[in-house]
Each structure stands twice: as structure tokens, then as C-alpha cells.
């Protein structure tokens, strides 16, 4: 809109450009216009265009870094020439005087009515009429803050009054020396960026520029203010604030813990104080004193009797639990805290037999216990569905492992009291390197769990052939007695050759009975190597 409006005013100086009080140009806006015009000089990077509109010769001036090019007839470039002639600050009554541009708001205000001598919203071009015109309130801002009224629907018009007023105090009071404006007090120069530019001009310090607006929720409005020094060539904005309120209750939910008040020190760049958290505090004691207390969101707390602090608002389950000569004496006790007070309460203990039940989906999966990487050398404690006994309540992690499923390890809080029960769903491994890892270490495991078995099958061959040994050596000492009895001087006749064979069928059995006790034993050796080396 901005552009087409200056579009038009430049068609309209352009249509008269015939009658001379100029140098013809054709001049060029950033924005892609182009037009014929009078060219009258350039002051304080300001370039001055002439033209007559409905009889009445005008002078529009615009910021020349809104200039592409300005050429005249023969193509001299007289945007960036040092040699422009500035226009004169007075002219005769046939040439009304060149308003200086502090002027661009009252002479809005006068030609609001007058549809020939339409403005432009550009923040730095204004036409001319016949009688001088001049803006109180812009020559006004040198060296001062600004605060801009901020933009809003109609709807919230009440409310951004009464924003406004409190936004002012609150600067003022803070040593700010804010002074505070309408955005009609710009003319045609509505938007927060022309505002900006027009105060820069006129060597204002710094603006406040806000703007109520409907927020994500209906039933929630949003305030913000952005500050920007004027002084800071890059333009950006120092410090900007944003505060969401209730659409029914706004003004309410703004005074309400110190929330406007840390927006405005948002605004100011001070970072707000952070709220101070207002605890509650439980005091347990215990019969007999000493037990460990505990609760399933905060495991072990301390020992009774004691104190502790709790932000829980709602009830809070305790656990007391105390272990002697591996006897377990526990209760359980709820306690809804006093808000900001401290509650007292006083538990009696009695023996109890906790217990952990783990059931899986699928079932027999291997159960370990503790959080320690699992190798090939752990040991399960039992396969699901399983029951434990608890000897040390708190926070107890289990590892499952099952093949064909993802590991999974879960800590949960085991109270000293009654039966607590674990249901796990696994998931099954989609990944192909998770499972190409996971079946390298069931064959690691397969491979000495065979070991296991040659090292505890060697026993029997071992055994088997140590007895066979140990009786060779009984047909041996059988042998060597009937072969002494055989040397004595009356032995002789048909009993004699029954004692020679005698000896020698001794002899033989003991050879084959060493024999085989060597085999087994040699046997039992190899298996007892390979399983080792298997194991290990």
C-alpha cells in the first residue's frame, strides 16, 4: 500500500511536470516506480520533487535512500553528484515555501480531507501544501525516550489504555524520563517500522513499540514490547518482553504475582528475581528408632527419626523398613503434608517377608541381577515367571535377556512391605546387526557351556579308570604272593602247576584291567582339557 500510494503521488507530479520550476529527471525508487519528474536539489539527504497538482505546484520530499537513481534529460547522475544544487528554503508566493520534513504529520493531518493531495505512508516523504505546516510533537522527541501506544484490536481498546498507563508509570518510575505517544501522532506513518525510522530522524534516544495480539488459545491474549535504541546503527532491538494473559480476566492475570512487574523489568533488560520455593517438611519417627525411610519417587531418604522437605502437594506414601539377624521389619504409612508447615508422624514396625515377582511376555526369559553388563560368564538367578525373596527393600535392577529379544533392564523401587510384582513386555529385535551381535554371544555361551559339560564329564571317566588301576594293582599283589609261595623248597606236584596258572591269570587280568583304567583315565584327561580351554 505504501508503495502504490507514493506510486500515485509521483504519477500526479509527473502529469504536471511540464510546467518548469525544475530540472526534468526521471528518477527510479527502490521499490521498481518509475516516473518524470521535476528534480529541485537535495538537502540533508533529502531529495526534493516538484510537480503541480490540481493547479497548485507541489513539493514532495522523500528520504534519498529510497532512491534507485535519479537522471536527468542527458543522463547525468544527479542522486550521487557533488555538485546538486540544494533548493532554496524560501520561494515566491507562485513557488509556496519547501516545508522541511518535520512537517510530514501536520500536513497529513490538514490534506486527511483533501483526496488530491494524498500522502504517502513513507516514513520520510511528505507533499507540500501552500501554507507551512509543522509537527510539535516530532520536533519535540531530541534525546528522549518514546513510548508508543500500543497497536491493538478494537475489541481491546479498554484494556490497552490501562496498559499503556501502567507501562508509562512503570518506566517513570524506574528513572526512565519516558514520554508517551499516539501512533496518530506520526500522520500517515502507522507501522512500527516507519515510526522507528521517523524517530531515529529526529534523534530520539530510544522507542518502546508494542502490540496486543490474540494468542494460540482463544480464550488468551498476548502482550509484547520490543525496545529499540535508536542510537544503535544496527536497528535491532535491545530487549523485548512477551506476557500471555486470560482474555476474560486480563488486566487481573497481569497484577497477579508480580507478573507485569517482571514483564517491565523484562522490557527494561533486568532479569527478573526468581521465586523463592516454599517447601512443606515431613517429621517421621519410628518404632524401634533407627530404620532406613524411604519413598518410591526418592528411594532411601535418611535414617529415623528425621526430617525432610517435600514440594508433593498431594499424599505421600512412606516406607520405613529396619534389618536384623536377617529378619526385615518394615510398614508403610501415608502422610498428606501441611502447605509451607511441618507435618510430624510416627510408624511402628513389625517383621515382614517382601517378595519381587518378575513375569515376562513372551515367558522364560533369563532373570540377572544387578545392572552390570551381562557376559557370557553371568549366571541367571532364574528364568521368568519367578519369585524372589527380599532381603534389602529400595531400589532393586533386574536385567532379562531372551533370544530373539531386545535386553531389557528395569529398576524398580521393591517396598518392604507385601508382594510387588514386575510385568515386562519385551520387544522383539527388528535391527540385523543387534541380532548378529546377540547370536555371536549365545554362541560364545553355547561353546562353554560345552566345556562345562566335557570338564564335568571327565570326572566319570577318570574315576572309572582309577578304579580299574587301583584293582590291577590288587590282581598284581595276588600274583606277586602265589609267585612267593611257589619258590619254596616243598613246593611241587599237581598243585603246583594250579598255583603257576593261577599266578599267570592274575597276571593277565591286572595287565587288562591297567589297561583299560588307562584308557579312561586318559580319557578323561582330554575332556577335562578341552573343556577348559572351552571355558576359559
Not at 100 to 107: C, E, G, P, V, Y
Not at 236 to 264: C, H, I, P, R, V
Request: net charge neutral; glycine share 8%.
Amino acid at each position: 500500500m505504501k508503495k502504490f500510494i507514493l506510486a500515485m503521488i509521483l504519477l500526479s507530479l509527473a502529469a504536471h511536470a511540464e510546467d518548469s520550476q525544475g530540472v526534468r529527471a526521471n528518477v527510479e525508487l527502490i521499490s521498481g516506480t518509475k516516473q518524470v519528474v521535476q528534480f529541485l536539489g537535495i538537502h540533508q539527504d533529502t531529495v526534493s520533487l516538484g510537480g503541480t497538482i490540481q493547479g497548485k505546484f507541489t513539493v514532495l520530499k522523500i528520504a534519498k535512500d529510497r532512491f534507485k537513481t535519479i537522471v536527468d534529460e542527458q543522463g547525468n547522475d544527479l542522486l550521487n553528484s557533488p555538485d546538486v544544487v540544494e533548493p532554496a528554503s524560501n520561494e515566491s508566493v507562485d513557488n509556496p515555501a519547501v516545508n522541511d520534513t518535520a512537517s510530514h504529520n501536520a500536513w497529513a493531518e490538514n490534506t486527511a480531507t483533501k483526496p488530491e493531495a494524498d500522502s504517502t505512508s513513507d516514513s520520510t516523504a511528505q507533499p507540500n501544501s501552500e501554507t507551512p505546516v509543522y509537527n510539535p510533537f516530532l520536533n519535540s522527541v531530541d534525546s528522549r525516550h518514546i513510548f508508543v501506544a500500543l497497536e491493538r484490536r478494537a475489541i481491546d481498546s479498554a484494556l490497552a489504555e490501562q496498559l499503556n498507563g501502567l507501562m508509562m508509570r512503570m518506566l517513570q518510575e524506574s528513572g526512565i524520563p519516558a514520554v508517551f505517544a499516539r501512533r496518530t501522532d506520526f500522520g500517515y506513518c502507522r507501522e512500527s517500522s516507519c515510526i522507528r525510522d521517523s524517530l531515529k530522524h529526529y534523534g530520539a534516544v530510544s522507542v518502546y513499540l508494542g502490540s496486543i495480539i490474540t494468542a494460540k488459545s482463544q480464550d488468551s491474549i498476548t502482550v509484547q514490547v520490543n525496545h529499540y535504541n535508536l542510537q544503535d546503527s544496527t536497528g535491532k532491538s535491545g530487549e523485548s518482553a512477551t506476557m500471555n494473559l486470560s482474555t476474560m480476566k486480563a488486566l487481573g492475570d497481569a497484577m497477579s504475582a508480580d507478573k507485569f512487574k517482571n514483564f517491565m523489568m523484562q522490557v527494561q533488560g533486568v532479569e527478573p528475581p526468581q521465586p523463592k520455593e516454599k517447601k512443606s517438611y515431613i517429621y517421621v519417627e519410628t518404632n524401634p528408632e533407627g530404620a532406613t525411610l524411604a519413598t518410591d519417587t526418592q528411594g532411601e531418604i535418611c535414617r529415623t527419626p528425621c526430617s525432610f522437605a517435600s514440594q508433593d502437594t498431594g499424599k505421600v506414601v512412606l516406607y520405613a523398613y529396619w534389618n536384623v539377624d536377617k529378619q526385615l521389619w518394615g510398614a508403610r504409612s501415608a502422610v498428606v503434608p501441611i502447605p509451607f508447615d511441618t507435618t510430624k508422624i510416627s510408624i511402628k514396625l513389625k517383621p515382614m517377608r517382601p517378595e519381587l515377582r518378575i513375569m515376562t511376555v513372551p515367558g522364560n526369559a533369563e532373570i540377572y541381577a544387578g545392572s552390570a553388563p551381562v557376559t557370557v560368564k553371568s549366571k541367571p538367578i532364574g528364568h521368568t515367571p519367578d519369585k524372589f525373596p527380599i532381603f534389602e527393600p529400595g531400589n532393586t535392577t533386574v536385567q532379562l535377556r531372551k533370544e530373539g529379544y531386545r535386553d531389557t533392564t528395569v529398576t524398580t523401587f521393591v517396598p518392604p512391605t507385601d508382594l510387588t510384582e514386575l510385568n515386562i513386555e519385551m520387544q522383539p529385535i527388528t535391527d540385523i546387526e543387534e541380532m548378529q551381535a546377540q547370536n555371536a554371544w549365545l554362541k560364545q555361551r553355547k561353546v562353554r557351556k560345552v566345556g562345562h559339560i566335557l570338564m564335568g564329564s571327565s570326572i566319570c571317566p577318570i574315576a572309572i579308570g582309577g578304579l580299574f588301576t587301583y584293582l590291577a594293582g590288587q590282581d598284581y599283589n595276588d600274583a606277586d604272593k602265589i609267585k612267593r609261595e611257589l619258590q619254596l623248597p616243598s613246593s611241587g606236584g599237581e598243585h603246583y602247576q594250579a598255583r603257576v596258572q593261577e599266578n599267570h591269570d592274575l597276571v593277565n587280568k591286572g595287565k587288562r584291567k591297567n589297561i583299560i583304567g588307562g584308557t579312561l583315565m586318559g580319557i578323561g584327561a582330554a575332556m577335562l582339557g578341552a573343556g577348559f580351554v572351552l571355558s576359559f
